[in-house]
């Protein structure tokens, strides 16, 4: 077995926090530059140039990619071979509040979401999935996710005799209801079949998979084209402002599910796009 100390877990949070407040996913800016290329109105060309200048200077001037510095959302592997100290969800959530004190990062999570919503000052707890995999190395998706474009998203559990345009035109009409709200220009991640509980989960993972990245199988790789075109040729654009840049990726993750169902789920994910992946290298000497 390999034991890996939760101080080790809780360095590489914190690194990867101060990381993530300040630099978007590195692939955003070349998709941006393109949306600039391609949009032909003026407003939204301004704002795409304002998010370009914000991605350039939050990291010099140290000023967080937006106010909202968001839930903390892990991706966990964790190799069956590895010893942990204490419970990952723990480490990990001890390592969040420290990086909102250290930052600081604006405290955006409250300990009861329906009665006092008291907040618990520190951005903390972390939200953390947990999987157990082969080997013996402990690899951590780290994102900070805000709660407009959380809010913006949606499951559907659909029966599976729906039609393709049926399918595309609902994901389209509601990202495209969304307005403004999710600070576009938008990344899709799109979670289909599993249950009720996993295709969410696989539209949040979806959203980490490389930025602009096609679907290995070609027919999902077209219901991700014809998703980016349809909503982006109903002109809500960047920020609401028109134009042809809505959204800029549509990721697909699928799984099985029963003969009765297709789940549904679209997580919505604005420009600041903040992401990386770690693995956690250093053991109990
Ligand atoms: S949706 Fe994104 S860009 Fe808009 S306020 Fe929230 S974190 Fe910031």
């Known amino acids: ?16 926090i101060n990381y993530i407040t300040y630099h978007p996913d590195p692939e955003l800016t070349p ?6 290329q391609n949009e032909d109105q003026e407003i939204p060309r301004d704002v795409i140039r304002t998010i370009l200048d914000n991605h350039r200077l939050s990291p010099e001037i140290r000023i967080p990619l937006c106010q909202d510095t968001g839930t903390t959302v892990v991706f966990a592997e964790l190799g069956c071979a590895v010893q942990l100290e204490e419970p990952l969800e723990i480490s990990i959530s001890r390592a969040v509040a420290a990086a909102q ?30 999987k157990i995999v082969e080997g013996d190395r402990l690899k951590l998706i780290i994102g900070q996710k805000g709660g407009g474009a959380e809010n913006m998203s949606f499951l559907r559990m659909f029966n599976p005799t729906v039609g ?13 209801a969304a307005g403004s709200r999710p600070c576009p220009p938008l990344i899709l991640g799109i979670g289909i079949g599993g249950n009720f509980e996993t295709a969410p989960l696989l539209a949040k993972r979806a959203l980490f998979e490389p ?18 075109e349809k909503v982006n040729a109903e002109g809500c654009g960047v920020q609401g402002f028109g134009g042809k840049n809505t959204v800029l990726a549509v990721h697909i993750l699928e799984a099985p599910c029963h003969i009765a169902s297709l789940p549904l789920a679209v997580n ?18």
């Open 101 to 130: 004190r250290a930052l600081p990062l604006r405290a955006s999570m409250v300990s009861d979401p329906l009665f006092s919503r008291t907040n618990t000052l520190d951005n903390s707890p972390a939200i953390v999935h947990l």
């Open 1 to 16: 077995m390999r034991l890996i100390n939760p101080d080790a877990i809780h360095q590489t949070v914190i690194s990867a």
């Open 164 to 176: 393709m345009d049926e399918l595309i035109d609902y994901i389209a009409q509601a990202v495209v």
């Open 211 to 228: 930025l602009g990245r096609a679907h290995p199988n070609p027919k999902y790789q077209d219901v991700e084209r014809r998703i980016l």
């Open 31 to 36: 998709i941006l530059e393109r949306a600039l």
């Open 268 to 285: 919505v994910e604005c420009h600041a796009h903040r992401h990386i992946e770690l693995e956690v290298s250093r053991e109990t000497d």
